[in-house]
């Protein structure tokens, strides 16, 4: 795992942009996992200001809550379209969300989890991460094997996304998301994180057991996967010093490696 440790949020969603970057300008056909919540904004806007054709790309939302209108402000589907689609100007005709007002919610998760599949896979999946240390809507508990599917919020996540509505109660109490198995399939996995309030669910997906418990944890597991967090949510990482030199040896004028 390469652990990048940067200054600020700005630059946390900078050097996350350059990988979505390296993405598609290797693939223009790039399939993106598209994560939601405060943490992956200044990814996108960052993404904002590069020229990249995105005419072929297509996207895969993590999650989405259960039985709250697409139009709702709040629902995926709307930020979705408003911070990605309409931000960078991909074609929303690609670009999916878990359908959480489906008549049969289960059988809409299984057919999320055959169209990511059938695309080919994921190339990039952004990742955000709870304060819990849950991924996607994967709280505490969640198998490492789970496929998209319905779940249930906990308490702890309700109140942490109650921002973004006007009360707690209005925060729906079900989701439907990728599992970790499903997420685990991409072939990069990129994790962004800022803010002392992470720090310590950072640590623990980083350094602590791989555990359920702390479903982020499961990174440990991916070949390829990045972790761009600003000093903040590093604080509490003990091996700071280690992720702060160069991942690879640098050879210096006489040709010596250091
Ligand atoms: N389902 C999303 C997660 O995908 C996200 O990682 C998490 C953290 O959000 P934020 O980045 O706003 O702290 O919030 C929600 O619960």
Redesign the pocket.
Known sequence: MEIVIVKDRAMVGRHAAGLIEQTVKSRPAAVLGL??????LPVYEALEGKNLDWTDVSGFA??EYVDIPARHPQSYASVIRREVVDRLGLDGRRVHVPDGRASDLDAAARQFDGAIRETGGVDLQL????TNG????NEPGSSFASRTRVAALTAN?RE??SRFFDSVHQVPTHCITQGLGTILEARRLVLVADGTH?AEAVARAVEGPVTSMCPASAIQLHPWATVVIDEAAAAKLTMQDYYRQPASPVRTETGALR
């Open positions: 994560a939601t919540g405060s943490s992956p993590l999650d990742l955000g991460i709870g849950h991924v996607g809507f996540t942490a996304n992470k």
